[in-house]
């Protein structure tokens, strides 16, 4: 079990500028959660996919902001002409679905956007 | 989902049981109680998580109040790899994917 992975860990970028990052989450994990982390809050709900199916974004999702899951495994964040708010730590989680009980949610070590 | 309210920070000698506090008043009959710590530098983890009863696994207990109104996450012997921050969510248990974080209550284990 490797666990949900991230990348890039870090990025730097200009305001304006576009940024990706992606998320592999748990083999045969069907659901798929991006989160966003300011500095000294808690996560912060942004979107949520069952396999490739993206079922519930958070308001805070701007129109500047895309996450697509095309094939139900791994998922992209694409933010465009970021500006200067963006920054923050963006976190993976990922879970199985099952039809009875928790199934708690496994975060990434998160990529950490820094926008200049 | 219910609000919850905790202490911003908390110290505990190594060692020694380490209780933090959770109040959410405003939970519903649906309404589970969940834990998640994030230690520096990582995505959070799950600890824990309960209705009504006491719970108990390898790394905590929960205890909820009869009126389920609180709740307390003990570690029985804290060792300083438990410094992190605490969260306490309320939730239900189906319906509703996403995890509301607060702002937790910062852990910090003494030598």
């Known amino acids: 079990d490797t666990g949900v992975s991230q990348d890039p860990r870090h990025k730097i970028t200009k305001r304006g500028q576009n940024v990706t990052f992606r998320c592999d989450p748990i083999?045969?994990?069907?659901?798929l959660y991006w989160y966003r982390q300011t500095l000294g809050q808690g996560p912060e709900f942004l979107t949520y996919f069952q396999n490739e199916a993206q079922l519930e974004k958070s308001r805070l999702l701007s129109d500047r902001f895309s996450a697509e899951r095309p094939k139900g495994s791994f998922s992209t964040l694409e933010i465009q002409r970021t500006e200067q708010g963006d920054s923050a730590m963006y976190l993976c989680?990922?879970?199985?679905?099952?039809?009875?009980?928790?199934?708690?949610?496994?975060f990434g070590p998160g990529t950490r956007l820094t926008v200049l | 989902d219910a609000k919850t309210t905790q202490p911003t920070s908390m110290d505990c000698a190594e060692g020694r049981a380490a209780n933090l506090p959770c109040n959410h008043s405003?939970?519903?009959?649906?309404?589970?109680v969940y834990w998640y710590r994030q230690i520096h530098s990582q995505g959070p983890q799950y600890i824990i998580h309960?209705?009504?009863n006491n719970e108990t696994n390898e790394m905590a207990s929960l205890i909820i109040t009869e009126d389920r109104k609180s709740s307390t996450l003990i570690l029985p012997h804290a060792t300083l790899r438990d410094t992190a921050v605490y969260y306490c969510i309320v939730r239900p248990n189906f319906g509703n994917e996403k995890l509301t974080f607060g702002t937790g209550t910062r852990l910090t284990i003494i030598p």
């Open positions: 083999s045969e994990h069907n659901r």
């Open positions: 405003t939970i519903s009959g649906n309404e589970y």
């Open positions: 989680a990922s879970s199985p679905s099952g039809t009875g009980g928790y199934n708690e949610q496994f």
């Open positions: 309960g209705l009504k």
